[in-house]
């Protein structure tokens, strides 16, 4: 019922003007928010902390906490508005159209079980897989996540595993009910910076190969410069800049985002090796 | 961290109460109008200009008989307390200082006295150290020990392995500096309401001890001992066996309405409570609702 | 030692070819007889007055066990180490006391939040390290304290207030006044702008730029190869307890020599997206493992 639907739909997300409001104390937390990710598109979101990307994200999984709530604005997962979504619908849209990656992947594991089964129990309960079936298509996504055993790390506990090992079991979790849309928030970064590379270019590549919409959430503008081909950058719950990634790097419309190029500039790799200069005021 | 406290209304109330039941245990005796333990009047007499709480059912003067059992009552629960404190603390302090065969042994000593069952104990310490009030005391002071050990011990596990502290070691501070400066407003709070709430309990162990009998003879004053004597007076004259009720009542609630008040004013909330308030005095509107409820800095949701 | 008197005593005493700190074949290792485990092999560093030395690494390759080791809260297996001059290595619980509070060598720990204690006032925790030391009267504290707080531009207003109160880039620069109050020759720093937010960050990388001066060492670690290019000199670069690579920073940004160096340059993420591909990333990836088999 729901693949016929989105089957034609070229839009992934369509976020128009979503406003999110905290409870205690009352304050609006997300300010008008709007972008649209196209279908195999990739938008990369930039913020800190209380800038509201995270809300935002949470708001577009249908996760938010509970002393917060959406107020006013539309949310819509290919073509369908979220915002009278039951219990149903989104266990429905959760894992099968859009699924999310986050920063500290042991904490989203059990510890106690081992890895190989609880990928196993998203294709058993999503996918309605035989246990031999799932046994198998863990097995083939632990490799198409480039891990270099994946029979030893289906027998592995969380414990065993360093942090980006970690990120690769948990984002094969991700996808293995075979969604199209993967929000990835902050999901690289707890990581060394070597590993931080070949987790990007893991989800990258999954974009190519598996036609995902992605949404890379980073306080690095570097980080979504990189794979992104359009970037929002937020601030204290609104929207500052929102463009290309060529026109936000060359021609920044806000400060903040000036800001984060200059750092950038002064402090970091570009000052050395670049000789392409970006437009910084 | 005392000055803090008495700045909270619970604080005000709980300085209020103990000081009163302090003083009456220091001095009651001294202050009793008449000998508490001799027939003075009729008995059962109702409050009069004579007898302030009028008299119990021999014709003792009630208020006299409280104003003398104060001591006994208090100086029983106290000696918990400091037996309490003594057994547990000083183990609990040491257990992270001196080496790991000494912490192990304290540790499974503590889980062991945890293990037994309270009664069982009281019973078993009475058949060793005899009938009395004051071995009574001293088996429930160790039996409440545990609570200090623990406090003790993770005040200064986490004290030692702090950051800040290792900071303070790097600019070459001695052991002695360390623990005077950030050990002793660590664990001065804990500690405060580990003592406060074993004297609550101790005193009401020490009156349901005497109210039972056990260890002090008549006629010598008790709290306890007056309620068990008058409570089947009740009807005739209800203040005899009501007023050592309330004293006790005063005690205990003073004892927990201290112990709030120092969780009010320490750690994060406590800090937030203080600035707030201090805030508040210069005239500055701040979020006084944020620091009540508690909500810690940096809890935004990002 | 009055404070005035210190202070008029700037400009180092040594000559000038004598580093801050010198550490040669150092070894640490963990763990004993058979578990033992080398976590840093053969490690030499320099760092000389005015300069400031990144050294850089990712997790697990022993960048906090060096700057432990300096400090003498590591155990060092072989190898020397000299500060300012005096050899620490071998140096018992109570010389190292005594070391220490002369304030030569000082510490910035990442988090603030952490290293400056709950229950301490701002001002308090800043002017610990003289406290301890002893010998100052009450006013030559409070001048000392104002002046830091003026030189990390920290509003005196905040010095009356908790760690909790204030904001994490003034918690970091009180955190960074009470390294500074003693007057130290090294200073080292543990990746101290990680827990920040952007316009911290910048502000106090600019003013750890500013703390450069021929009586001060800075020992800048880190894992972000951004704020190392930003603001040190020259850089070595820690891969399992080992450096693989060191020089000019402009040099190791430009031209890294090393498979790892050249794999980690390759790997940070830049604005222009110039860094190398997964391709190129995965051959020296395997080179690397190839290596240190």
């Known amino acids: ?281 | 961290m005392l000055r803090n406290a008495v700045r909270v209304p619970s604080g005000r109330i709980a300085a209020v109460l103990l000081g009163i039941i302090f003083f009456l245990a220091v001095f009651g005796p001294l202050l009793a109008p008449y000998p508490a333990n001799n027939t003075v009047a009729a008995q059962l007499e109702g409050p009069s200009g004579a007898h302030l709480l009028g008299t119990d059912y021999v014709g003792r003067d009630v208020l006299s008989r409280m104003l003398a059992g104060s001591t006994l009552s208090v100086l029983g629960a106290l000696m918990v307390v400091v037996i309490a404190f003594v057994v547990g603390a000083i183990p609990g302090l040491l257990s992270v200082y001196l080496g790991r065969v000494f912490e192990w042994v304290s540790l499974r000593v503590v889980d062991t006295m945890i293990a037994l069952p309270f009664l069982v104990f009281a019973v078993a310490m009475t058949a060793l150290l005899g009938n009395g009030v004051v071995q009574s005391m001293f088996a429930v002071g160790i039996l409440l020990s545990p609570v200090f050990f623990r406090v003790a011990r993770s005040s200064a596990l986490s004290v030692a392995q702090s950051q800040y502290v290792e900071a303070a070691s790097l600019s070459g501070a001695s052991t002695a500096w360390v623990m005077r400066k950030h050990f002793l407003a660590k664990v001065l709070p804990p500690i405060s309401i580990a003592l406060s709430t074993t004297m609550a309990t101790g005193l009401v162990v020490i009156a349901s001890l005497t109210f039972l009998g056990i260890g002090v003879q008549p006629p010598t004053a008790t709290w306890g001992g007056i309620l068990a004597a008058d409570l089947q007076y009740i009807a005739i004259q209800p203040l005899a066996p009501l007023v050592p009720v309330v004293v006790i009542l005063a005690a205990v609630l003073g004892c927990n309405l201290f112990a709030d008040a120092v969780r009010d004013v320490s750690g994060e909330a406590g800090r937030q409570l203080l600035s707030a308030r201090a805030a508040r005095k210069a005239g500055q509107v701040t979020l006084i609702s944020r620091a009540l409820i508690g909500l810690r800095k940096g809890g935004e949701l990002g | 030692m009055a404070l005035t008197e210190s202070l008029t005593r700037r400009g180092s005493q040594l000559p000038d070819a004598t580093p801050l700190l010198d550490a040669r074949n150092i070894h640490v290792a963990f763990g004993k007889r058979r578990g033992r485990k080398p976590v840093i092999d053969a490690v030499d560093l320099q760092v000389h007055a005015g300069e400031i030395v990144g050294l850089i690494g990712e997790s697990g390759s022993g960048k906090t066990t060096i700057a432990r080791a300096v400090l003498g809260l590591a155990p060092v297996a072989g190898g020397q180490i000299h500060v300012a001059g005096e050899e620490v290595t071998g140096f018992s619980g109570s010389q190292w006391r005594d070391f220490r509070r002369r304030g030569v060598v000082q510490y910035v720990f990442q988090d603030p939040l952490r290293s400056l204690d709950p229950d301490v006032l701002i001002g308090d925790s800043i002017s610990e390290p003289l406290r301890i030391r002893g010998g100052f009267s009450k006013d030559e504290i409070k001048a000392a304290v104002c002046a830091q707080a003026a030189e990390v531009r920290l509003d005196e207003g905040l010095l009356d207030r908790f760690p909790g109160e204030i904001s994490g880039g003034q918690r970091q620069r009180a955190a960074i006044a009470r390294a500074l109050i003693t007057e130290p020759k090294l200073i080292i720093l543990d990746e101290p702008v990680s827990a920040l937010d952007a316009a911290t960050r910048v502000q106090v990388l600019e003013m750890l730029l500013s703390l450069r001066s021929d009586s001060v060492g800075l020992l800048y670690i880190s894992h972000d190869i951004g704020s190392v290019i930003g603001i040190t000199d020259r850089t070595y670069v820690l891969y399992r307890g080992k450096v693989v690579e060191h020089g000019s920073t402009r040099m190791l940004g430009t031209e890294p020599k090393h498979i790892y160096t050249r794999l980690l340059i390759g790997s940070t993420p830049t604005l222009t997206g110039k860094a190398l591909d997964g391709a190129q990333r995965r051959e020296l990836r395997d080179e690397l493992e190839a290596l240190t088999v």
């Not at chain 1, 996760?63 to 219990?87: C, H, M, W, Y």
């Not at chain 1, 950058?233 to 800049?241: D, I």
Request: hydrophobic content about 40%; some cysteine; overall charge negative.
């Open chain 1, 1 to 281: 019922m729901v693949d016929l639907a989105i089957a034609e739909e070229q839009i992934a997300v369509q976020v128009s003007d979503l406003r999110i409001r905290g409870t205690v104390p009352d304050t609006e937390l997300v300010r008008g928010v709007s972008f649209t990710l196209p279908r195999g598109g990739t938008l990369g979101i930039v913020g800190e902390s209380g800038s509201g990307k995270t809300l935002t994200c949470a708001a577009v999984l249908g996760i938010l906490p509970k002393q917060v709530e959406r107020s006013s604005g539309t949310v819509e997962i290919f073509g369908r508005d979220t915002a009278n979504f039951g219990k149903q619908e989104w266990v429905d849209v959760r894992g099968n159209i859009i699924s999310a990656v986050f920063q500290d992947p042991g904490s989203y594991l059990n510890p106690s079980i081992r890895l190989g089964r609880q990928i196993n129990e998203v294709l058993r309960v999503k996918k309605g897989l035989s246990r031999k079936q799932a046994k198998q298509e863990t097995l083939r996504l632990l490799s198409a996540v480039h891990l270099r055993d994946p029979e030893l790390v289906y027998d592995q506990y969380v414990h065993e595993l360093s942090g980006g090992m970690l990120q690769r079991v948990v984002i094969a979790a991700a996808i293995a009910p075979g969604p199209k849309i993967l929000i990835a928030d902050e999901a690289t970064t707890a990581l060394d910076v070597t590993v931080q590379a070949e987790v990007l270019d893991l989800l990258t590549e999954l974009k190519e190969r598996e036609g995902l919409s992605l949404v890379v959430v980073s306080h690095d503008l570097a980080v979504v410069a990189q794979i992104c081909d359009e970037v929002l950058v937020m601030r204290s719950g609104a929207v500052v800049e929102h463009g290309s990634t060529t026109e936000v790097l060359h021609s920044p419309q806000d400060d903040y985002t000036r800001l984060l190029i200059s750092e950038h500039e002064r402090y970091g790799l570009d000052r050395i090796i670049d000789s392409e200069r970006l437009a910084v005021a």
